[in-house]
């Protein structure tokens, strides 16, 4: 009896410590959780998020500083073509090499698309920004350009990148919604841009728009196709993406033949619109790109009042695209606080 006391004693004594380790164990992993989420999601201002360089200068892949951008002798003598990575009406694109560093070469398709190939060089780069692909180089006479090699492709493979083993652990909402607020950022860019108010009218249909960005390394969406984005003049009769008729439920109501379909289309009687068709595509973009993730369902829920506004038959009555983004950042920060605040009250 006496020996059986002693060691149930002892025993509690030794197992004391053991359970105050294991407490402070977990109030550590707590901790380090609540401020690595903190550090992590603190910042949505994709601006922190990738390199900057002076006007005119370029940083790409491993380089540690800024190079002017290339011009024809240096493509011409430098920029080693590797593969063919896309084609598209106006442009090929080469998957490249460059001293060392993976390049895109743009290739002019066809002359009868020099226009369009050039007005989207002249886009490239007048709108450099954190918000689209970092321009390398060009050489008009020869029809070429060079931009930074992303090597996941487009947003169109966003559940396919985030389903391989190593994305897995970025498939979150966190991801998912800084990839929708990248996008709107974008647009309020657009619209406020150093070359006016841009529309984006490679836009006709969800695939199409989606295949205008990239997906960067970091996860973070950039604009990578500025074929199409014209300028709105205010004043003026307004702008239309392209020559033919429109048809859908994803193109804006003013972008639709507005006359019935016993009367023929005719793309001089068509009116104009303006950047306010960006606007209304926004819901349907947000809803791709967050897919189906926990925590998705909520995010919906909370944006579910801008949604409506976007969708207004009315351009006017819709929202711009900086007044979406400031929601959208709203709605993130709340998401982090309230992820924040259930790790502190495990604490």
């Not at 002359?111 to 954190?130: I, K, N, P, V």
Request: charged share 20%.
């Amino acid at each position: 009896m006496g020996g059986t006391a002693v060691f149930g004693i002892t025993g509690a004594r030794c197992g004391l410590p053991a359970v105050l380790l294991c407490l402070a164990a977990l109030l550590c992993a707590n901790l380090l959780l609540y401020f690595y989420l903190d550090a992590l999601y603190q910042d949505t201002n994709p601006l922190s998020a990738h390199k900057q360089c002076p006007l005119r200068h370029f940083k790409v892949g491993t380089m540690t500083a800024c190079t002017p951008w290339l011009r024809c002798p240096e493509i011409r003598a430098e920029v080693r073509r590797v593969k063919l990575i896309g084609q598209g009406a106006v442009k090929k694109v080469y998957l490249s090499e460059w001293r060392g560093q993976k390049v895109a070469l743009s290739v002019l398709s066809s002359e009868q698309y020099t226009d369009d190939f050039l007005h989207g060089l002249s886009m490239l780069r007048a709108l450099q920004s954190a918000h689209v692909v970092t321009l390398v180089g060009a050489c008009e006479e020869d029809g070429v350009f060079v931009t930074e090699y992303h090597p996941l492709g487009s947003a169109l493979m966003l559940d396919a990148t985030l389903a391989q083993d190593r994305y897995q652990w970025r498939n979150s909402w966190h991801t998912r919604l800084q990839l929708a607020i990248d996008y709107v950022a974008f647009l309020a860019y657009l619209h406020s841009s150093p070359v006016g108010i841009r529309v984006m009218c490679d836009s006709n249909d969800l695939h199409k728009t989606l295949s205008q960005f990239l997906l960067a390394s970091d996860m973070r969406l950039l604009a990578n196709d500025l074929d199409a984005l014209p300028e709105v003049k205010r004043g003026s009769q307004g702008v239309k993406c392209g020559h033919h008729e429109l048809t859908g439920d994803f193109v804006a109501p003013e972008q639709l033949w507005p006359y019935g379909e016993d009367v023929q289309f005719s793309d001089e009687a068509m009116p104009g619109y303006d950047e306010k068709t960006d606007i209304w595509k926004i819901p349907d973009v947000t809803r791709f790109l967050l897919g189906n993730v926990l925590g998705s369902d909520v995010i919906h829920f909370h944006l579910f009042q801008i949604y409506t506004e976007c969708k207004r038959k009315e351009p006017h009555m819709r929202p711009t695209a900086l007044e979406v983004l400031s929601v959208y950042r709203s709605v993130y920060d709340s998401m982090i606080e309230s992820q924040s605040q259930r790790v502190r009250d495990m604490l």
